[in-house]
């Protein structure tokens, strides 16, 4: 009971845990939806947390899993507890029918004691040893019985019931075996034949009940055995669900897995082809294959729940027939033994009767002692509600018959034997008709004893019985039939008596030994119900029984009408009787009640699948738009790029467009202004130049952009000189500084080699931009833009640093307030700026690469900390006002950026507000040869040579200054001592201009503001004074004196030149100004300058000229050719390129060539290219003396000016044209003054030469 | 009277080929080459432009007609073309050109036919421009011949 009770509360606990796991299943398959239907902003949920989830979730499965094997194991638990159950009970009911059997036998036992002891009056040793014989049988059998149950050896409560059944039976045998030996002898002469029989009957019967017995153990053998195969079967039956569900596990388990895997794989092999554009279809094709494989799993998952089903159910169905088929067949044993059992007292009621009516003479029976008798052993024959004995009377003794009993045979007039009503009265009868013979009813049981005289011959049923009975010698049965009173189905049951002792072989032999007829009637209902009741689980099943002798109409004997149409077994029954056949029908009284095992159990896989399945589900979906929006957005990226490259392209050829006209915008107003105008008109005139020429730069700048952006920007590399650059940069920034009153200075180290190969376009624009910057921003002081080598600052960087990390400030000068820079206003320092330059960090090893480091620094507003940042961000001003104030784009810092990148430099700046910015670049250039001659400079190089040897003095307080003054004076081929206060200075000159000073000076320069405001101009009078003082002779040579000033009005200049000033130089000091200033000053090389700046008309210009044009277009050589006719150069035409080459051969006349750019079979880019080369080749051999000059028409250096003409300004760009050699381009048709523009620089310094 | 007629006449006729669009400043160019010494250039120059033009448009016609188009022959060619009406300054023909440079970039034969169309429409109307402008300069020297006799 213990175990029951803890069975059960395991069972209870695993429901609720059960519940628990549905829950959790339930709650997981709720957040797999909410989490694949949260939008986007759930998707930037931290990491680590989604991990942490998916860890718990893993964990949750896990105990699920393990939780579903307790519980499966547990079920099985449970079932086999139920099945042990159902064993004991069948045991039990086992034992009890054993119980009962054994108690029968044991009632028999005391009945024939009883007999004995009621037959003490009339002793008979037959009935003593027949008895005994009987005994021992029953002894034996009995005992055998024991013996076959104990060597089933089996549990069961009842076996000490048993074996103390047992030592009572055995006490109790022995004493039958007394009697037994005590009067054996006497027996033995008087039944000589008789007991034999009996014995032999008793034998059988006994021993067809052991045999029964043993067959019925055996049969509990075999149904224990059949139990535990049954229980072997079930086990096998959970086990196969169980591996299944396993299975399904794993499965789901490797999916997952190898779907994450496929999936990290997939993720990473698209990060390595992310540039690849992998198609869309593919994905979505993958996710319809993962749906599918997820619909065919969910499919199989139903189809195992339901096959559990099905095994399950198909399970119950087949125990229950066991089940059914185990009672039925136990029943039908019963009912059979007990109705043997009964049968078998029959029997013995009929031995008796033999013995004691028909072998004694005088009978020893009457109907009184029958009666009683009968009565008596009535609970021997629970079955037979009564027996009666009749005799066989042939016709011919009917009347000795009559007279004997003293009654007439009366005629049956019913055909029942039951007991009938109470008024039912025998004498009423009538009396038998004449037959052959009579069985008239001499003996009978108290129940039945109106039928006594009665001729059983007379009813048809009986008479069958009867006859049958005689001639087979056994007992034999009606059909069964209504009881009168009970209203009972019965069957009555014939035992033939006969008068010889001696087995009778035939069936005449016996009709012939027959003297009489023992009958018995049986209460089929009662004997079965009686049977029922002592057993087990009666209220479960139904039980028919059924005569079936006439197969095709079976008579119902027991049992309600079959209603239901369940299962039903049939067991056969034998009554003893051959001839009739009885059947029993079992079923159950209820339907199955619903497989809830089954269901439960499938249901729960189904529904554990279908949970999965839809998380799957849900992830699938939530990886396919995953999926989607990656894609989405790649095709986004892509466009997106796609949209950007067009749009710098689109700009790149709008601001081509756009430049076009805005220079013939630009020349017109140029042309405008050169008419007479008066102020206003002039004014109006200049305001749109300006504008135009701003609109320009803009779309330079933004052309320059567009160009970076798309990728389009390529540097040339030409060799130039970089002293040159910053001239022409300070020239274009020359007026506004002046205007301004800022001073602007360049100076290049010394170090920095002359020619240098790289863009000087690009370096120019860098420089300008970042020059125009700080003009712009700068109202007073100065700008300074130095040029140093790298390695250079380097050297000088890490001293400065470790001399000077505290005095890192400019010192100031002690004299004046102002700080030891150019103008004296206070600077950032620039060193701050290149702390980050990686190239001050490391060292580079190319040995031909030149580093160059340029620095701007000026003494502007400087730049607020919170837009430093964004300095180098395109369209980024410091603020919003600057546009305002200062004008500008902003995107000028942007270009110069990307430019100091394409020139592997870096650009950084250092700035303070109020107080000024520096803006430092490097760049990598190779240094170049110095004998090129191709260098391109963009000014006429001045002759340097004219003051090579000269001395000069420069006078300035500012050391800085006066280092830059020196650095344009080096560059002149001048040396320079610099005094830095007017002590020295006047020591200076007065030494130079001592006879005896060995170091003459030929110039003096001196700022205006050495010592401060106009002390420069007042220097000259210091030196009249020394003068007057008579120290210097004033015939002597005087050195010249320039006066150096950043603005200088007219007044200033007389009052200069009254000074003693010969000239006087505005700064910013550029090389070519100040070698005019000189060569005026000094008289040398006047007319050189003179012609410079004039310009000379185009006519002048192209007179006399001999120039080829090339152009495969007949109207456009002619249009061209005509107007560089109506200049009046001499014009010959080409159609082709390879006639150009042809007629280019040197020596030729020819002074230019116009080359056309887009021409069939060789362009004009291709012949130039052939043309340089050719003339290449020549200048070589030149050189090296394997041609003389005279070959060639005496010149030394052939290079013919090539301009290229093209209408396509945007085919044609300056760097095509000038990559493959030509000179310059025109656009087409010829404009005046761009061809102009373009001539003019080959034919100017021609034209100087001639001498104009 | 007659002469100052015809001046008047050429005149108009030129400025309504200014202001149809037909010329564009580089006639005047053209124009301002001519002087003493090359007295008949601009009258060169057009019948060249004519001559050449025609030529050129029978080569494109033939082009297209064919199946498969060679469009660097027609690139050549427009380009030719666009050149030399550039030149002279018919400026429709010059613009046409631009567009039928489209055409042949996409490929579209379709577009390349209406193109040479409208060049070819082009074409003509300036010719017939040019004819004009030439039978009154023709009839301008005459009469200058004949007042000068």
Same mark, same amino acid.
């Given at each position: ?127 003593? !040893? ?33 074996? #103390? ?165 136990? #029943? ?35 109907? =009184? ?33 009559? $007279? ?144 079936? %002798? ?50 439960? !159990? ?102 320059? $952009? ?44 010394? $170090? ?25 921003? %700068? ?228 700022? =205006? ?178 041609? %003389? ?38 656009? =087409? ?24 | ?149």
């Amino acid at each position: 009971m213990k175990s029951l009770g803890i069975a059960g509360l395991l069972c209870r606990l695993r429901q609720a845990f059960l519940k628990l796991l549905r829950w959790v299943l339930l709650r997981m398959a709720r957040n797999g939806i909410l989490s694949s239907s949260s939008d986007g902003s759930r998707v930037a949920q931290c990491d680590g947390c989604r991990r942490w989830k998916g860890r718990l979730m893993l964990l949750c499965i896990l105990g699920g899993v393990l939780a579903s094997i307790w519980l499966f194991s547990g079920f099985r638990e449970c079932q086999s507890w139920v099945r042990k159950e159902k064993v004991r009970d069948l045991w039990e009911e086992r034992a009890q029918v054993l119980l009962e059997q054994f108690n029968l036998s044991k009632d028999q036992l005391q009945a024939l004691g009883w007999l004995l002891s009621s037959s003490e009056r009339v002793p008979s040793a037959c009935i003593e !040893t027949s008895v005994s014989v009987r005994g021992r049988e029953i002894c034996g059998g009995l005992s055998s019985v024991l013996k076959a149950i104990c060597s089933e050896g089996n549990q069961s409560g009842g076996e000490q019931d048993w074996v #103390r059944n047992n030592a009572v039976l055995q006490g109790h045998c022995p004493v039958q075996d007394k009697c037994i030996q005590l009067k054996p002898i006497d027996a033995s002469p008087q039944n000589k034949y008789m007991p034999d029989t009996i014995q032999q009957d008793i034998r059988s019967s006994s021993m067809k009940k052991d045999l029964m017995h043993v067959k019925e153990c055996e049969n509990m053998s075999q149904a224990g055995k059949s139990v535990n195969s049954l229980k072997k079967y079930q086990e096998q039956v959970w086990e196969i669900p169980l591996g299944i569900l396993w299975w399904i596990l794993l499965g789901m388990f490797v999916f997952f897995k190898g779907f994450s895997i496929g999936r990290l794989w997939k993720s990473s092999n698209q990060q390595t082809h992310q540039t690849k554009h992998l198609p869309p279809p593919n994905s979505k094709s993958g996710g319809k294959w993962r749906k599918k494989i997820l619909l065919l799993g969910v499919l199989l998952g139903i189809l195992v729940s339901i096959w559990i089903f099905l095994s399950m159910k198909a399970d119950i169905i087949a125990r229950r027939k066991e089940t059914i088929a185990n009672m039925c067949d136990e #029943r039908a044993r019963m009912l059979q033994d007990q109705f043997n059992v009964s049968m078998n007292h029959v029997h013995a009621l009929a031995i008796l009767v033999s013995t004691f009516h028909h072998m004694k003479n005088p009978s020893a029976i009457d109907q =009184k002692t029958f009666a009683e008798y009968t009565a008596r052993t009535a609970f021997e024959r629970p079955l037979t509600s009564g027996v009666a004995y009749a005799l066989k009377v042939l016709h011919s003794q009917r009347e000795q018959f009559e $007279q004997q009993h003293g009654w007439k045979i009366k005629k049956m007039e019913t055909e029942d034997h039951s007991p009938v009503q109470d008024d039912y009265n025998s004498e009423m009868l009538d009396p038998s008709p004449v037959q052959d013979e009579y069985a008239p009813v001499i003996f009978s049981q108290e129940t039945v004893s109106h039928i006594v005289s009665v001729d059983m011959m007379s009813g048809k049923e009986d008479r069958d019985n009867i006859l049958r009975a005689r001639s087979t010698g056994k007992g034999v049965l009606t059909s069964p039939f209504n009881l009168l009173k009970s209203n009972h189905l019965g069957v009555v049951l014939t035992f033939a008596v006969y008068n010889s002792d001696f087995p009778i072989a035939t069936p005449e032999e016996r009709i012939e030994a027959t003297i009489g007829y023992l009958g018995a009637s049986f209460d089929v209902p009662s004997l079965v119900e009686k049977l029922l009741q002592q057993l087990a689980s009666k209220q479960t099943i139904v039980v028919n029984v059924y005569d079936t %002798t006439n197969s095709s109409a079976p008579i119902r004997m027991y049992g309600p009408e079959a209603t239901n149409s369940s299962y039903l077994h049939i067991s056969n029954v034998d009554f003893g009787d051959p001839m009739r056949k009885h059947e029993m029908h079992c079923r159950f009284k209820h339907e199955p009640s619903l497989p809830w095992a089954a269901i439960t !159990t499938s249901l729960g896989v189904a529904v554990i699948v279908l949970l999965v399945s839809h998380i799957f589900y849900a992830a699938l979906n939530r990886i396919e738009k995953v999926e989607d929006d990656y894609h989405k957005m790649r095709e986004l990226k892509v466009r997106a790029e796609a949209a950007d490259v067009a749009k710098s392209q689109f700009l790149a050829t709008v601001s081509h467009e756009i430049r076009t006209p805005m220079n013939g915008v630009l020349g017109m107003l140029q042309m405008l202004m050169d008419t007479e105008l008066d102020a206003t008109q002039q004014d109006f005139a200049m305001t749109a130049q300006a504008s135009g020429k701003a609109l320009i730069t803009l779309i330079n700048e933004v052309l320059d $952009q567009a160009k970076i952006e798309s990728g389009r920007l390529e540097l040339e590399a030409v060799p130039f000189d970089v002293r040159d650059v910053l001239d022409n940069v300070l020239s274009l920034f020359s007026d506004k500084a002046q205007v301004k009153g800022i001073e602007l200075a360049v100076y290049v180290s010394d $170090q920095v080699p002359d020619v240098l190969v790289g863009d000087p376009g690009r370096l120019r624009q860098i420089i300008t931009n970042l020059v125009g910057n700080s003009v712009k921003f %700068t109202e007073e002081g100065h700008i300074y833009i130095s040029v140093h080598l790298v390695e250079e600052m380097k050297r000088s960087f890490n001293i400065n640093n470790r001399v000077s990390n505290e005095t890192s400030e400019v010192p100031k000068n002690s004299a004046d307030t102002s700080y030891n820079t150019l103008s004296g206003f206070q600077v950032i320092d620039r060193w701050k700026s290149l702390e980050n330059f990686r190239m001050f960090k490391s060292s580079t090893e190319d040995s031909n690469a030149v580093n160059l480091l340029v620095t701007v620094e000026d003494t502007g507003v400087g730049i607020p900390e919170d837009a430093q940042r964004r300095i180098f961000t395109p369209f980024m001003q410091a603020d919003s006002s600057t546009s305002r104030k200062y004008g500008g784009t902003g995107i000028g810092l942007s270009i110069s950026k990307c430019l100091v990148d394409l020139m592997r430099g870096e650009i950084g700046f250092v700035s303070r507000s109020g107080i000024g910015s520096t803006f430092s670049f490097t760049a990598t250039f190779t240094a170049g040869r110095k004998n090129t001659g191709d260098i391109k400079r963009c000014h006429s190089d001045p002759q340097v040579s004219d003051f090579q040897g000269m001395r000069a003095l420069i006078i300035d307080g500012r050391s800085i200054r006066a280092e830059v003054t020196k650095y344009h004076l080096q560059r002149l081929g001048v040396q320079a001592d610099i005094a830095i206060n007017p002590e020295t200075a006047l020591t200076a000159i007065l030494e130079a201009c001592s006879p005896s000073g060995t170091r003459k000076l030929d110039m003096v320069l001196v700022d =205006k503001e050495a010592w401060g405001e106009g002390s420069g101009l007042a220097f000259p009078c210091l030196l009249v004074d020394v003068r007057q003082s008579g120290t210097i002779k004033p015939h002597q040579s005087n050195p010249k004196m320039f006066l150096l000033a950043t603005s200088l009005g007219p007044s200033e200049v007389d009052d200069s030149k009254s000074v003693g000033y010969t000239d006087s130089i505005r700064k910013p000091l550029r090389l070519s100004m100040m070698a005019a200033c000189f060569r005026k000053a000094l008289g040398i090389g006047s007319t050189r300058q003179q012609v410079k700046g004039q310009p000379v008309a185009l006519r002048t210009l192209l007179r006399g000229r001999q120039i080829l044009v090339v152009d495969d277009n007949a109207v456009n050589r002619k249009v061209a050719a005509g107007a560089l006719k109506k200049f009046g150069a001499i014009v010959t035409c080409a159609d082709c390129g390879k006639d150009a080459i042809a007629m280019l051969q040197p020596p030729h006349k020819f002074d230019a060539c116009f080359m056309d750019v887009q021409m069939p079979e060789m362009d004009g880019f291709e012949a130039t290219r052939q043309i340089r080369c050719i003339e290449s080749k020549i200048n070589e051999r030149i050189k090296t003396g394997d041609a %003389t000059a005279e070959m060639y028409g005496h010149v030394a250096h052939w290079h013919i000016p090539v301009l290229a003409m093209t209408a396509d300004v945007i085919q044609a760009t300056h760097e095509e044209c000038l990559r493959c050699g030509m000179d310059d381009y025109v656009s =087409k048709p010829f404009e005046e003054e761009k061809l102009y523009s373009a001539v003019a620089h080959f034919f100017e310094s021609d034209m100087a030469d001639s001498g104009l | 009277m007659a002469l100052l007629a015809l001046k008047e006449q050429l005149n108009v006729l030129l400025n309504s080929m200014f202001a149809e669009g037909l010329l564009d400043q580089q006639f005047q160019q053209l124009q301002m080459l001519q002087d003493g010494s090359s007295p008949g250039f601009v009258a060169e120059v057009i019948t060249l432009f004519c001559e050449d033009s025609e030529r050129i448009l029978t080569e494109l016609s033939k082009l297209l007609e064919q199946q498969v188009v060679d469009y660097q022959k027609v690139d050549a060619y427009v380009h030719q073309l666009k050149g030399s009406s550039a030149s002279v300054g018919a400026q429709n023909v010059k613009l046409a050109c631009a567009q039928f440079r489209q055409f042949y970039e996409e490929n579209n034969k379709e577009g390349c036919i209406r193109a040479l169309n409208v060049v070819k429409h082009e074409f003509y109307r300036v010719r017939n421009k040019f004819d004009n402008m030439f039978q009154l300069e023709q009839r301008i020297q005459a009469y200058d011949a004949k007042q000068q006799n």
